[in-house]
Structures are given as structure tokens and as C-alpha cells.
């Protein structure tokens, strides 16, 4: 099936006379006929359901539209993107280990990784996704477990180069994991490019109409975890926690990782996506592939006018030909990139406040990647725990106005900016 397709019917088919749309399972618990019935299912040696805290059948027909969408052999909801992040790296990495992550990533990512996990005894190495092959070379370390990076990221929309850092990744024998919330797999497809492990944050375009904060993590089933054995002991021996089992046993490649997030990770962190959710997020994925397409055309219109405006300092949007990415976005997105721009306008940090301040269309909110219009300035909402020299690195100066073009008529979204532009 086409990815068009696979929006609409990936993950659910329902029988005869069977709910046409997914059904939403809202309990808690599922009920069996033997104690020892049950019992199989926590031995993990018969698939089905106990408590939703671990698996729910709605969530699993969501999980399995996305691994579809993704190319992956499976997937698990989270409750939000943060958890998504958080599970994929902890499910490789404990203390005393050590990450390679693209200093380019989701403020709220940067800080999960660099304070919050750090407290737990993971370090981390962020490196400019655009340095040397050396300098690459150099970040990684003998108790490296797995490399990050974000496919465009958000807010810097720096464009990932999936094919090199996956290379690196496999060369020192750990998968790359790649946050692929911006582009979709509409756009780009990480696996395609050797990603091992995808994420994203549901919340943004999968959900695309502001109603859910989601998460997902899917495997590709590409990364051979019994040829590295020794790096990889929470996957190729015994789980002392869940009677013994070896994951990469008895769920091979493409179930391994997945499995030992939900019964270890989900159990013991209970960061479950609610069934309702779960129900809406699945209702924003039918139209995503529709979604994106316009998007893509609105923001491409938006950036053209935006750079050619008088009172407009700089764009930053990888599909205008002038952009530092636009190659690297042919290649991994020739359809497209994402509807997020950035932009300075002439006279800093007051002129940015008076545009921001006129907008109507455009609306002032904590969000993006989704139906509606809307501008941030990153520098005092979003980043503001992050120094000068922090945003820089991480691309996003102190001036920088992101604007999440959404799917209203372009020619509204243009007559709005051009009011507050004129009123600088
Ligand atoms: C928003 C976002 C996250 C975090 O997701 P939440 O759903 O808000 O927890 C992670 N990565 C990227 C790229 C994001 O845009």
C-alpha cells in the first residue's frame, strides 16, 4: 500500500460486522476464564492483553498504522513525546553508559538528555550535526550504546544527515536513533537511510489538530543485537525482572527492543498513552498525508514572500533554494520538508515582539506542526532555561521567530503577515 493508503487502513481491519472505525477498549483490565491462562501471558508465551498499563488493544492498532507508515516491524504508543525520547535511549543505555546525540535536537530533548539523564548516570556527547568526520570519530567512546539526532530539527530546522550518522553509528556497532516528529513519514522515512529506531512526537503533525499529546517509538528490526551481545546485556541476556527471558531470543530482531520497552519500561515507568487518545490520534493520522502536502505547499509560499520582504532579515526554511540544507532536504525529503519556518525580523528582539503582537491569523502559542497557524519566539518561551551560547550551538538565536504555517488559505496567512510586518 501507498503511504496515502496506509493513513486510512494500516493497523485495523475490521471483521465482518465489525466497528468500521478503531474501537476504543477503555478499561483497565481484561478479563480470563484460568489463572493459568493469565499466568501465560505474563511468562510473555502468549500474546494478548492484562492491563492496559502494559498493552491495550487500541493503542496497539495505532502503534501498528505508525509502524506501517515508518517501514518498522513494531511500535509502542507513549503518553507523550518526551517519554518516547526518554524510553528509546533508556531502553540501550544505564548508567555508566554513554550517548553520541546531534547537538541539533527539541529543547525539551536536550534537556531530558543533558540534565535529567545525566542525573541518572548516562553521559552524553552532543556534537554539531554538520562536524568533521573527525570530530564525529572522536565522540564515540567504548561504553557509547546509541546515537540521536532529529530529522528537521525543531526549532533550528537544521536538516539531519541520516545516511552519515548512521554510518557512524553501525561502524561502532550501536543503532542511530532518529526523532522524525517534523518531517513524518510522509516526507522522510529514517529506516530508508539506515535509522534503526524512530520517534516521535504524536502531539505534533500525526495528531495535527491540537488535541493530544502523544508519543511513539517505532523499530525498524534492522539492528542486529546479538552480533553486539556485550554492549547490549538488557537485550541478549536473561531480564532477571521478567522471569529469565532473553529478549533478542525469544523476539528476534524486529520484536526485541519493542517488547522489552512495554515489559520493562512501561511497566516499571507506566508513561502509557490513554485509549482515547490513542482513538483521536488515529483519527488526525487518516488525513496526514493530505495535511503535509498542504503544508508544505503554504510554507513554501510563506518563506518566498518572507524572504523577499523589505523588513525581514533572514529566512530559515530548508525548501527555499538559498537555504545552507536545501540539497540535504532533496534528498531526504523531495516532496517537502515540514510547514515550520523561521525567520528574524529587521530590528531584534522589539521589532519581533510589535510583529508578533499585530498577528490575528497567526496565533501566539506554545505549539507547532499542526492545523492552525501559530508563532513563537523560542528565546523567551520554549528555551529560555538554555544560555546565549547553548541556543547558538544548538541553532536558535536569540532574534529567531518560529512560524508553523497550518493548512488555512495561504492568501489569509499572507494578508496577515503583511498587516504586522507594516505595523514595524
Ligand atoms: C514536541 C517535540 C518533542 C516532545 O514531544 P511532547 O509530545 O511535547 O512531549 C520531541 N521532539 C520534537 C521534535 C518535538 O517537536
Known sequence: ????????????????????????????????????????????????????????????????????????TAAMLTASGQAASFYSVFNLAGCGDHVVASAAIYGGTYNLFNVTMRR???????????CSDEELEAAFKENTKCVFGETIANPALTVFDIERFAHAAH????????????ATPINCRPFEWGADIVTHSTTKYMDGHDMTVGGVIVDSGNFDWMAHKDKFPGLTEPDESYHGVTYAERF???????????????????????????????????????????????????????????????????????????????????????????????????AA???????????????????????????????????????IAAGVGPDLVRLSVGIEHVDDILADLEQALAAI
Not at 491569523?361 to 499542526?370: E, G, P, R
Open 353 to 391: 515582539e510589535t510583529f508578533m503582537s499585530r498577528l490575528k491569523v497567526a496565533m501566539i502559542a506554545t505549539h507547532v506542526a499542526d492545523a492552525h497557524t501559530c508563532v513563537l519566539h523560542p528565546a523567551s518561551s520554549t528555551h529560555r532555561q538554555m544560555s546565549d551560547e547553548e541556543l
Open 252 to 350: 528476534g530482531q524486529g520484536g526485541a527492543y519493542i517488547t522489552k520497552a512495554t515489559s520493562q519500561l512501561m511497566r516499571d515507568l507506566g508513561s502509557i498513552q490513554a485509549p482515547m487518545n490513542a482513538y483521536l490520534l488515529n483519527a488526525g493520522l487518516e488525513s496526514l498525508a493530505v495535511r503535509m502536502e498542504r503544508h508544505c505547499a503554504n510554507a513554501q509560499k510563506v518563506a518566498e514572500y518572507l524572504e523577499a520582504h523589505e523588513k525581514v532579515a533572514w529566512v530559515n526554511y530548508p525548501g527555499l533554494p538559498s537555504n545552507k540544507y536545501y540539497e540535504r532536504a532533496k534528498k531526504y525529503m523531495p516532496n517537502g520538508t515540514c510547514g515550520v519556518i523561521s525567520f528574524g525580523v529587521k530590528g531584534g528582539r522589539p
Open 1 to 72: 500500500m501507498k503511504q496515502e493508503t496506509k493513513c486510512i487502513q494500516a493497523g485495523y481491519t475490521p471483521a465482518n460486522g465489525e466497528s468500521r472505525m478503531i474501537p476504543i477498549v477503555q478499561s483497565t483490565t481484561f478479563k480470563y476464564d484460568t489463572s493459568e491462562e493469565m499466568g501465560k501471558l505474563f511468562d510473555l508465551e502468549k500474546e494478548g492483553y492484562f492491563y492496559t498499563r502494559l498493552q491495550n488493544p487500541t493503542n496497539d492498532y495505532v502503534a501498528k498504522k505508525i509502524a506501517a507508515l515508518e517501514g518498522g
Open 171 to 182: 561502524s561502532h556497532g550501536v543503532p542511530l536513533i532518529v526523532d522524525n516528529t517534523f
Open 120 to 130: 541518572m548516570g548516562i553521559e552524553f556527547t552532543f556534537v554539531d550535526p554538520d
